[in-house]
């Protein structure tokens, strides 16, 4: 459900921060940025914040916002991300272990609480799309839903999912949405990217890993997004 980022400057972390320009981001430890990315605001009205609290060992942090309009447009993507300095093919990569906890408050809630990574053969390809997309949708609230259609219900990293699949223009999207909201999760995102290889045919063995993102889309509402923890790594 992507867009063109244009980053603005990077705010380094020492004290609590908070932007809501459009696209604000603040750096940290352990290579944590957090994105004010509200990519998708033209297609309504309505505001977008991001608050850091530590980008250390861990990163914490919140998301504020307020859309209304385009009921059906996703309006940003406010997000936590690990960089990724050298772009590495799925298959050579060992892990990609991750914990979240989080929890969301608001009113009229349309919106997820997802993982988002962008493959591509070409390793110099943009980080803000690719050849494939995968979400891991750990909260749903609303009568909203990924792109394309359900495959049916798939199990990866020991929990059931409900795998859907569809195109975002050319890039091929695989989205797997929990049966019920998960606030605090462990888990290895690279269980994911196997499972596609081996029952969707995903070539793992010419695609790079070009983002490693979790955050919130919200479509309208208002809400706080309050990630108490997020670690990420390569392995």
């Known amino acids: 459900m992507k867009f063109v980022q244009v980053l603005s400057a990077i705010l380094p972390v020492a004290v609590a921060q908070t932007s809501c320009e459009q696209y604000a981001v603040f750096s940290g430890g352990n290579g944590y940025t957090v994105s004010n990315n509200l990519w998708g605001k033209s297609a309504g009205s309505g505001f977008g914040c991001v608050t850091v609290n530590s980008l250390s060992s861990s990163a914490s942090w919140h998301a504020d916002w307020q ?34 906890s989080w929890s969301y408050s608001g009113s009229n809630l349309r919106a997820n609480v997802a993982y988002d990574l962008f493959t591509a053969s070409n390793p110099n390809h943009v980080t803000y799309s690719g050849d494939y997309e995968l979400m891991i949708w750990l909260g749903k609230y609303g009568d ?13 990293n020991g929990q059931s999912w409900t795998l859907y699949y ?17 606030t605090n999760w462990s888990g290895d995102i690279k269980n994911f990217f196997n499972y ?17 993102q979790f955050g919130t889309e919200p479509f309208t509402g208002s809400g706080t997004l309050n990630v108490g923890s997020w670690t990420a790594a390569i392995n």
């Open 144 to 156: 909203i839903g990924p792109i394309g259609s359900s495959q049916g219900t798939v199990n990866v």
């Open 67 to 100: 859309w209304s309009g385009g009921q059906n447009n996703v309006k940003s993507y406010q997000n936590v991300q690990i960089g990724i300095p050298t772009k590495r093919i799925v298959n050579s990569i060992g892990s990609l272990p991750t914990t979240a």
């Open 166 to 182: 569809g195109y975002n223009g050319a890039m091929q999207v695989y989205s797997f949405v929990a049966p019920s909201t998960i």
């Open 196 to 212: 596609l290889r081996d029952n969707k045919g995903y070539p793992a063995s010419n695609q790079y890993v070009l983002s490693f």
